[in-house]
Every structure is written in C-alpha cells, then in structure tokens.
C-alpha cells in the first residue's frame, strides 16, 4: 500500500516540477489577455476584417512552447525570440461556403 502512495507522491511531485520549469521559462504564461491564466493557456474570439470590408468570427487558442535551449531563440526583425508559442486560430465561416 505504502509503495502506491509513493507512486502517486512522486506523480505528484513531478508534475509540479514540471509546471515549475514552464513557468520559469514562460512567466508571461500566467497572465494573458489581461486575465489570469493559471493553465498556462489562453482563448479568445474576435472579429477580423478582410480586405474587401466583410467580417468574419475569429477563434484562437494558444499556450507556451517547447523552449528551444540556448540557440533556438534565434533573430526575428533584428531582436531576439524570447517567447514560443503554439496554436491555433479558426476562421468560423458557414459550412461548405468556399470565402474568396
């Protein structure tokens, strides 16, 4: 019995760590969007306007990335990468209606 507790202890314990690391190389993880992100995730929904003026539901999901190490900050625009992210983003248009 002692060996599942155990077990479950150090599941627990790990998972902690693990949160732990991704909050200290992603701190702005905690706090997206002007609200608190606890989960480490963020969604939002919104309206984005086409060219020709129409607007269309917008749906976007995103949470922090794998960290890169040393080198995989790279340059972007001449300044350094400090944030990875990863996601999604859906254009919510009627079903079987190609947009042009």
Known sequence: MWTLFKLVGLLILGGAAVYG??????????????????LLYWTGMG????KGGKAYPLYVYFYPGRP???HGGGRRDGKVVSAHLQGTAELCTA??????
């Open 68 to 70: 890169q190490g040393i």
């Open 21 to 38: 690391l991704v909050v200290a190389f992603n701190p702005w993880a905690l706090h997206i969007g002007g609200q608190s992100t606890p």
């Open 95 to 100: 079903p079987g209606k190609p947009q042009l």
């Open 47 to 50: 309206t984005l306007t086409a």
